[in-house]
């Protein structure tokens, strides 16, 4: 299992001289001059200190991006661009699905309530009742749906 791990680390150090590459990490950087030491440990925090999260990297990479890879920071600009215009189409989606559904169930409401009204002339108070009711709910769920709508955002549903 030992030569595994031998193995391994020096296969990920390739190009590290054979001889460094066994020591341990301590030992390395405990041989290292204490300035060497130092500019080591500035380099390493440094790296932590680099990240970043979101969909750009901060603009001082982007030119390092483009001497790795030729237009590298266009590309990234684009897959940014394209991913913010994918999120704005599949949020107008659930907008336009949450308008239709707002608009069949007051198309709904307004049947059920015409049948209410045949049931009563009819002479059938027992089903009109409860059609009737359920029909001005529904109905009315368009309203109560834009009134929640302009308190949330403050703004009128219809702009």
Request: glycine share 4%; charged share 25%; proline share 6%.
């Amino acid at each position: 299992m030992a030569s595994d791990e031998s193995t391994e680390s020096t296969s990920k150090a390739k190009n590290v001289p054979q001889e460094l590459a066994d020591q341990n990490i301590v030992e390395l950087v405990e041989s290292l001059p204490a300035e060497k030491r130092l500019e080591l440990v500035r380099l390493l925090e440094f790296s932590v200190e680099a990240s970043f999260s979101g969909p750009l990297p901060p603009p001082e990479h982007f030119a390092k991006y483009d001497e790795i890879l030729p237009d590298a920071a266009n590309r990234i600009m684009t897959l940014a661009e394209n991913e913010q215009k994918i999120r704005a189409d599949r949020q107008a989606g659930v907008l336009a699905n949450d308008r239709t559904r707002v608009n069949r169930a007051t198309l709904m409401g307004l049947s059920l309530i015409a049948v209410a009204l045949v049931a009563t002339y009819l002479g059938q108070p027992a089903i009109a009742l409860p059609l009737g009711l359920v029909g001005t709910l529904a109905a009315w769920s368009r309203q109560v749906m834009d009134w929640l709508d302009r308190r949330q955002t403050g703004k009128d549903p219809a702009d």
